[in-house]
DNA sequence: ATTAGAAATTAGCTATGGCTAACTTACAAT
DNA sequence: ATTGTAAGTTAGCCATAGCTAATTTCTAAT
């Protein structure tokens, strides 16, 4: 899968570029530097050099796009960071709010031939801690139709399939709540005006209240079909 | 044991010094660029900014010497090297001519939490595959008394304790004679003029021959003490 | 059609850590 | 003591990838 060897700049610019236009923002200069937590003028300055290398379509003024060589790049890189969350939370018993950073580090470390062992010793998962689909060796993903948990209505069993958001802070904070992927709770009640979801864990019969702003960033699938 | 954030660079250059002092050779601008696979030229730039920060003495034209600061990195940067190694052998079947390479790069993309994991994952073990020690986290390291095997006797019975090279043609070699830490063999037979030892493999009962030079670099202990 | 303001780009820096080519220094052999 | 040579250093490059400040472009509201 992989294509020739590149720098770190170039596989961060890449994944950020596939994972902004993935969630369904658009990847301009701006979103780009705020992601990378770089100043716009730099950005421009990379995206140049991605053109030049043919990663993406570039037109100055314009929102990019990946060409199929940078796709291929942010998958990969994608892919590790994901194997390598789910490693360090499986082999490891490292918290899952906790393996993002590390993630994020190592992505651009581990070796081809470390990537396949480490997803051979986990037995080829198709999803890491948080849901996220882990690209496979040919390049092809994972695809669900998810929806948030405010998207269903009171009275819908759902299994919480993916949690969009990294920061350590709301991890801990939905995993002390036990809403965990694999997980699957009854919509007891929506409050309304964006307010707050009350829930019921199914397994353990408790009921607990999730702001509106946290209960999207949970998504979730109907029943609790595996 | 971590003093703070250092380049991979500084990482490289102290560990360097370390181990060419360590080996019993002298750290000087030569050595150390053949040991980074760097021009001499590179190497005093790196020298001079060293010695700003206070990790190394540094005389022009006069090998160096690391500091208590630089000895710190050095033996953090050995730690994380083989606690890694150890790791990807025992928790995922690497080889131990693979390993080397692999930790080369992981060394500088752990974090402080993860190594300490590993360690406890592997129950903090003192050697590594290689029978090379793996400084602990105060900095203190074990230290054995071993011999090359040329320097054992005719019929003496030895343990091998460590081996000094990291080239995976030569560890696939020694590999496949049986020769790796922990076994223990017969000196059957040493020919004269830096010739050939003849050893006997006390597990297997089978014999086998090591070039003199190979032989050199067996580190072994007498007896089969643990 | 104009135009204000946001978004993006350009120009010109910086730091890191490589390199080659030219030079200086140390020292061992005479 | 002199001097040739290897070792080491200096000077002047280069590439990467960040930054600020100044400028240009796009667009949406008038
Ligand atoms: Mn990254
Ligand atoms: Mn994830
Ligand atoms: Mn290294
Ligand atoms: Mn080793």
């Given at each position: 899968?992989?294509?020739?060897?590149?720098?770190?700049?170039?596989?961060?610019?890449?994944?950020?570029?596939?994972?902004?236009?993935?969630?369904?923002?658009?990847?301009t200069?701006?979103?780009?530097?705020?992601?990378?937590?770089?100043?716009?003028?730099?950005?421009?300055?990379?995206?140049?050099?991605?053109?030049?290398?043919?990663?993406?379509?570039?037109?100055?003024?314009?929102p990019?796009?990946?060409?199929?060589?940078?796709?291929?790049?942010?998958?990969?890189?994608?892919?590790?960071?994901?194997?390598?969350?789910?490693?360090?939370?499986q082999?490891?018993?490292?918290?899952?709010?906790?393996?993002?950073?590390?993630?994020?580090?190592?992505?651009?470390?581990?070796?081809?031939?470390?990537?396949?062992?480490?997803?051979?010793?986990?037995?080829?998962?198709?999803?890491?801690?948080?849901?996220?689909?882990?690209?496979?060796?040919?390049?092809?993903?994972?695809?669900?139709?998810?929806?948030?948990?405010?998207?269903?209505?009171?009275?819908?069993?759902?299994?919480?399939?993916?949690?969009?958001?990294?920061?350590?802070?709301a991890?801990?904070?939905?995993?002390?709540?036990?809403?965990?992927?694999?997980?699957?709770?009854?919509?007891?009640?929506?409050?309304?005006?964006?307010?707050?979801?009350?829930?019921e864990?199914?397994?353990?019969?408790?009921?607990?209240?999730?702001?509106?702003?946290?209960?999207?960033?949970?998504?979730?699938?109907?029943?609790?079909?595996?």
């Amino acid at each position: 899968m992989r294509v020739k060897p590149q720098t770190r700049a170039v596989e961060d610019y890449t994944k950020t570029i596939y994972t902004i236009a993935e969630r369904g923002d658009v990847p301009t200069t701006n979103a780009i530097a705020g992601e990378l937590d770089v100043r716009p003028a730099s950005v421009t300055g990379m995206l140049r050099k991605l053109a030049a290398l043919q990663l993406i379509r570039y037109e100055p003024y314009r929102p990019v796009e990946l060409t199929e060589a940078g796709r291929r790049i942010a998958l990969e890189v994608i892919r590790h960071h994901r194997l390598i969350e789910t490693f360090l939370a499986q082999a490891l018993g490292m918290p899952w709010d906790q393996v993002h950073e590390e993630a994020e580090i190592l992505e651009h470390a581990i070796s081809e031939r470390l990537e396949d062992r480490i997803a051979e010793a986990l037995g080829h998962p198709e999803f890491d801690p948080h849901g996220d689909p882990i690209p496979r060796r040919d390049g092809t993903i994972a695809r669900r139709e998810l929806r948030p948990l405010p998207a269903f209505s009171s009275g819908e069993a759902v299994r919480i399939a993916r949690i969009r958001r990294q920061d350590a802070e709301a991890l801990r904070y939905l995993g002390s709540l036990g809403l965990t992927p694999g997980t699957t709770v009854m919509i007891h009640d929506k409050a309304p005006l964006d307010g707050p979801l009350t829930l019921e864990l199914r397994d353990l019969g408790t009921s607990i209240v999730l702001a509106h702003h946290m209960a999207q960033t949970v998504m979730a699938e109907h029943g609790d079909a595996s």
